[in-house]
């Protein structure tokens, strides 16, 4: 199974700051179509999961502009430009390149 | 506006069989492209993909949970099913549904539903 490796698990942030995380893969998430299937999600406390990014880059419906995706093949980065008290909880990537589909452990972003 | 909403018996005892139901509207799954994936949640831990299902009924299913797995889909009803068979306590989680397509994976989510395991 693909290992999807999170850093920071934690995160601690001031309002306005910009923060980000790295997700790293145990394998290339390009497929052979030359698609990247990696994704970002947001879990606020007591919510279900949020889409917030999907294919490396794309911003899910509704999500606000600050958050951003890059990264490519192994290495990839969700950025918050400008930390919002809204913006607390645990962030995910997760990959669908490879069968099955996994997660990364999460990071938790604190508001100071 | 897509919504989805998981059902389940809250509790049940190890080794009997989870039946689960989410019920969907804003989408079918008999249109071209559609799905609807399951994961799962242990209370303060991370997230687990279990399954999916597919217009074409085609499921893929998590090989960590071996053969006990088997999701289904009533499309006229706009319903998909999730069973697990032999749960024991490691089962004990929220289980959620969520609306896929290959582009937009579990872009909408249920609000999970809590299933214990306990004698």
């Known amino acids: 199974d693909v290992v999807l490796t999170q850093t920071p698990s934690t995160l601690s942030a001031t309002i306005g700051q910009s923060v980000s995380i790295s997700c790293r893969s145990s394998q290339s998430l390009l497929d052979s179509a030359g698609n990247t299937y990696l994704y970002w999600y947001l879990q606020r406390p007591g919510q279900s999961p949020q889409l917030l990014i999907y294919?490396?880059?794309n911003l899910g419906s509704g999500v606000p502009n600050r958050f951003s995706g890059s990264g490519s093949g192994t290495d990839f980065t969700l950025k918050i430009s400008g930390v919002e008290a809204e913006d607390l909880g645990v962030y995910y990537c997760m990959q669908a390149t490879h069968a099955p589909l996994t997660f990364g452990s999460g990071t938790k972003l604190e508001i100071k | 506006q897509v919504t989805l909403k998981e059902s389940g018996p809250g509790i049940l005892q190890p080794s009997h069989t989870l039946s689960l139901t989410c019920s969907f509207s804003?989408?079918?799954?008999?249109?071209?492209?559609?799905?609807v994936s399951w994961i799962r949640q242990p209370s303060g831990k991370g997230l687990e993909w279990l399954a999916s299902i597919w217009w074409n009924g085609n499921t893929y299913n998590n090989p960590s949970l071996k053969s006990r797995l088997t999701v289904s889909k009533d499309t006229s009803n706009n319903q998909a099913f999730l069973k697990v068979t032999s749960v024991d306590t490691a089962d004990t989680a929220t289980y959620y549904c969520?609306?896929?397509?290959?582009?937009?994976?579990?872009?909408?989510w249920g609000q999970g539903t809590l299933v214990t395991v306990s004698s």
């Open positions: 294919l490396v880059s």
């Open positions: 804003g989408f079918s799954l008999s249109t071209y492209g559609m799905g």
């Open positions: 969520a609306h896929t397509n290959w582009e937009h994976w579990f872009a909408y």
